[in-house]
């Protein structure tokens, strides 16, 4: 755990990209979790505005782990989910559902607690990933576009495929995106926690 | 902003599918389906402007479970309807904890560029118009170019400029400039006209005019504008001055509409509009220009009827511009304007009766336009015609004497 903080430096995204503290990071069984940034609030501006006026958002995120700052290709499959938001105009508190990984919902959550609702949803499996090797940890979530969204509800496995293709492809000019990413970085260094789940 | 209350019930089903909100998003995702919409608001001047299927679709939302897929897809229909930049639904605490309502918020656009207008009048030759407007907030800046051969005596060719604000302190006050500068071109019956005319009116070749116009709404159905019209003329005579009719302008209108009952819709529009030039206002003329306009409308399914009357008199010598004209392309039409009189008349009495079934109109025209010392002669004229959304194909006869010759006409949002 020590030098961690040391170990992270900045990947940048080139546009909103925040740089992940070591304290974000944290390994799970055989998965990669993320916490969210102080500074990476995707519930927030425009979205926030259109959350309270009643609107139902979407957010596409992906969770992915490379060899090298400069190859995009992971080394497994990343983790990627999708997001739906919504606020309750009367309890003035956020609701938040998984919907493709494993369908789940919880409610009543203030926004930094739907934020970290949504990461604690998304485990990168790092089955077969060397535990000794400098990695890239890249987060990128996705105000979802209504273009992206054919065949999404499908099986899951399509599901799963589709949203990766979504995430192959730069945002959309006017499409809302925050990009946080790490490395290089040794698994071995990271903070570890006990938990009875484990990604699918 | 004072806002309509409106309601309605949807089968959800009949709304799914809009294109501004996803397709899959099935309304329990949103944790306000819960709650039961007690109303929806719409600004009074978009509720008076939609359709009467939508606005009954609204009325049918009140007493539903909001779904934010149906709300997404009647705020399109109203964008749609509208022609405006974006309409936003916006959900707000109901007056108990288990009631929500929608109040939808609607943006106009930033840029409107308008449809040329064009007309070809057999008698007349071509019209044309195109005007463009930026939109910032309430302010509006119009341009466009003109070359007009009906509406007065003269073709006027040259641009028009507006700025606007539509909120000057409240929402019932606004406040107009309009600068206009033309280049004039005379009929040959016109020029002959002049020549023995005794009414003291010259040519002009170029005309500018400056005009700031404030309108009041009195009261919801009754708007009230004042202001100045300055217009600035030069005669056809090379090194003489140029002249003025400066002129104080009143202009008071009378809009209501009712639906229901034993029609569909019926619309009475009152127009009243007074320009006193004087000399108080640097004025080369000193006169007193009335006119009145009355128009009723029934409407009943594909069908409507509409009377129209109006009214002109001119007290004083007045410039060309300020004289009435018959035998245009929407007033005693069919008749040749130069022909009925060549320098327009300054008196003048008009009425129009229309019906009008889908696409098909039929109308009958009668007036007659004169000036102090002469005879009122009354003119009619017969006209048929198919109008498809903004364009007008007609035929219309004047009758003399039991004869009828036709005259074309052919309008794009004239």
Known sequence: MAGIGATLLIGLAPTAGVRLRGDDLRLDGDDLRVSVPTTFRFISGKPLEKLKDGATLEYLAQLSVSASSEVTAPLVRPAVNRFVVSYDVWEERFSVTSTVLERATASHLSATAAEGWCLDHLPLGIDGVPRDKPLWIKLEVRAEDARDQTGLFGPSSINLTRLIEVFSNPARTQQMHWEASAGPVRLEDLKRERRSSRSG | ?414
């Open chain 2, 1 to 414: 902003m004072i806002r309509a209350l409106i309601g309605l019930l949807i089968s959800g089903a009949s709304l799914w599918g809009g294109s501004q909100q996803p397709l899959l998003q099935p309304a329990e995702f949103n944790v306000n389906s819960r709650y039961t919409i007690e109303a929806v608001e719409l600004p009074r001047e978009v509720a008076s402007g939609i359709s009467r299927a939508l606005r009954e679709d609204l009325e049918n939302l009140i007493g539903q479970k909001f779904n934010p897929a149906a709300m997404n897809e009647v705020a399109r229909r109203i964008r749609d309807e509208l022609n405006v930049r974006k309409v936003v639904p916006r959900l707000l605490r109901g007056s108990s904890p288990d009631q929500v309502k929608v109040v939808m918020d609607v943006a106009g656009k930033r840029v409107d560029l308008s449809v040329p207008q064009l007309l070809y009048e057999s008698n007349e030759g071509l019209s044309a118009a195109v005007n463009g407007t930026l939109i910032a907030g309430d302010n509006r800046f119009t341009a466009g170019l003109i070359s007009d051969g009906d509406e007065l005596v003269e073709r006027y060719t040259g641009i028009r400029t507006r700025y606007e604000n539509r909120h000057l302190g409240s929402d019932g006050i606004r406040f107009r400039f309009e600068f206009d500068s033309y280049h004039e071109q005379w009929n040959r019956s016109t020029l002959n006209a002049l020549g023995q005319s005794t009414e003291g009116a010259d040519l002009y070749r170029t005309r500018q005019n400056f005009e700031p116009m404030i309108t009041i709404q009195v009261a919801k159905p009754l708007t009230v504008s004042f202001g100045a019209g300055f217009q600035r003329f030069e005669t056809e005579v090379p090194g003489e001055r140029a002249q003025f009719a400066n002129a104080a302008i009143t202009n008071v209108q009378y809009l209501q509409q009712f639906e229901g009952g034993v029609f569909d819709q019926q619309v009475l529009q009152a127009d009243y509009n007074l320009r006193i030039a004087t000399k108080a206002l640097d004025s080369d003329f000193a006169y007193t220009r009335h006119r009145w306009e009355v128009r009723y409308t029934i409407a009943q399914g594909r069908q409507s009827f509409s009377d129209e009357a109006v009214a002109g008199f001119i007290a004083g010598p007045a410039p060309l511009f300020e004289r009435f004209q018959l035998g245009t392309s929407s007033m005693l039409r069919g008749w040749n304007k130069w022909e009925l009189d060549p320098m327009g008349g300054s008196r003048m009495l008009y009425n129009s009766v229309e019906y009008r079934y889908a696409f098909f109109e039929a109308f009958y025209d009668a007036g007659a336009v004169w000036d102090p010392g002469q005879d009122m002669i009354v003119r009619h004229s017969l006209g048929v015609g198919v109008r498809k959304n903004s364009v007008l194909v007609a035929t219309a006869f004047p009758i003399r004497g039991g004869r009828a010759s036709p005259v074309f006409m052919v309008g794009m949002n004239y």
